[in-house]
T-cell receptor, first 110, second 112 residues
């Protein structure tokens, strides 16, 4: 069983739509949850970071963790064409074991 | 700050050839990582280092070697290239206290 499972998409939405991206994870010991954004032919960059359960909001982005169901979500409100990228969820226990999902490719159509 | 830099950007190797992928960071980070990214497979950790002189294997280390003689540099060595090593390779670093990894722009390697 993979540590992190993520629907690869692709996902296409019209500009202004609300986007929901989701992952599940297998190990209840995971405590740190991240979303990385990766533009085409670039390295990933950290978008959101949460510790344990709950919500975290940053502008148009909301990260949500439900540890009871081992479910991680990223919501993007008022999506923009500049949000078109691949979104990777990641979880971590110790300092070095960062497990990535396969990524979901998002296209926001103007 | 240049952040994390990687060279070369692209490389084509023949089976059995060797090469070194270079990675450098100017943020004085002790932690450095090498990942490979295959289509539809996500990022897999190859090797990591917690400081100069200290390295350890990640999830997929076979066919690779690393060294860390300075804080700034963390080269990845492929000794006998195989087609299975065709991938995009990313180097990353992070500071001691914190979880954000800063990624380089990647090296696209094709082995034929």
């Amino acid at each position: 069983q993979k540590e992190v499972e993520q629907d690869p998409g692709p996902l296409s939405v019209p500009e202004g739509a609300i986007v929901s991206l989701n992952c599940t994870y297998s190990n209840s010991a995971f405590q740190y949850f991240m979303w990385y954004r990766q533009y085409s032919r670039k390295g990933p960059e950290l978008l959101m970071y949460t510790y344990s359960s709950g919500n975290k909001e940053d502008g148009r982005f909301t990260a949500q963790v439900d540890k009871s169901s081992k479910y991680i979500s990223l919501f993007i409100r008022d999506s923009q064409p500049s949000d078109s990228a691949t979104y990777l969820c990641a979880t971590q226990t110790g300092a070095n074991n960062l497990f990535f999902g396969t990524g979901t490719r998002l296209t926001v159509i103007p | 700050n240049a952040g994390v830099t990687q060279t070369p950007k692209f490389r084509i190797l023949k089976i059995g050839q060797s090469m070194t992928l270079q990675c450098a960071q100017d943020m004085n980070h002790n932690y450095m990582y090498w990942y490979r990214q295959d289509p539809g497979m996500g990022l897999k950790l190859i090797y990591y280092s917690v400081g100069a002189g200290i390295t350890d294997k990640g999830e997929v280390p076979n066919g690779y070697n690393v060294s860390r003689s300075t804080t700034e540099d963390f080269p990845l060595r492929l000794e006998l290239a195989a087609p299975s090593q065709t991938s995009v390779y990313f180097c990353a670093s992070r500071r001691d206290r914190g979880y954000e990894q800063y990624f380089g722009p990647g090296t696209r390697l094709t082995v034929t």
